[in-house]
């Protein structure tokens, strides 16, 4: 009895394997001509300055809107598109649309603000990366001090030569940099510093501990006190209610990103004249 307990277990568990390799393979043929058939789409989070209330970046977030498989989100196809080595195509296809759309803002008339871009490691690692972000900026007409890019501290696990000199070039591009998700990885603020990022991050799950337990106000706190102490600014990730913008304001936090402020939505979904005004 026990044994076919067991039999019936192992079936069930590898069912669902079986089925998750099905998925995958179906999102690494399907995103091979996602950027032709013009599948992907570009959805704008405003970052807001917390001692003003003025609008000050937006982040690019993209997502993949399939005939069959409905609005696909990043964290169900970016994993896969960066082991397939995919990512570099749809990471040039991101930033060279928000690049566009965020020179599009300016030539509107609205006041200038930063479009920050989520940038893979595997770009990052790519030996013409550099010169990819210069022609976009080239081709597109924006100025560099108006991007950003957006990598995860496991950036900071490829101490190479090769990391070093890009992150270097960018910085005399003129692009700035920061950390994302900062807090879920391992690494210490002192070493970011070294690598020359601008800002930090603060990763959402620690906003989240602010109104819940005591632990999150301490380490939400803490960071901030240290990225100034370094001279790195800070954005506070995922801000959904009034508690948690209200403590972010009293600890110096310089910018937030959330719910509260507003949702990801598609460029033309966004009135920017009431932001403009707040
Ligand atoms: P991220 O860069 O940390 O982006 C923030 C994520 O938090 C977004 O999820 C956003 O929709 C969500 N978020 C923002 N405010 C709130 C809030 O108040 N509450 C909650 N619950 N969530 C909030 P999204 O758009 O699903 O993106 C997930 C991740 O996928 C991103 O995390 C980023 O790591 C990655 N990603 C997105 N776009 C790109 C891209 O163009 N390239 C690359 N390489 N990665 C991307
Ligand atoms: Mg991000
Ligand atoms: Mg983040
Ligand atoms: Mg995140």
Redesign the pocket.
Known sequence: YTKKYKTNQYTVYSEELDQQSADRLVIERELKSAITKQEMVL?Y?PITDLKSGQLSAM????RWNHPELGLV???RF?PVSEETGQ?VS??RW?LHTACTQNKAWQDQGYPPIKIC????TI?LQQLNFVQTVKAILEETGLNAKWLEL?V?ESILLVDTDLLKCSLQSLKELGVSMSI??FGTGYTSLSYLRQFSFDRV?ID?SFVEDISTDLNGKAITASIISLAHQLNMTVVA????DIAQLTFLQCQQCDEG????FG??LPAELHDLNTRFKK
């Open positions: 959805y989070q982040e690019a977030l993209i989100p990043p964290d970016i990512i749809i990471g991101v871009v989520n940038i893979s770009q957006e995860t994302d998700d991050k959402r990730e995922g801000i959904e990103q959330g719910y509260y949702r990801p």
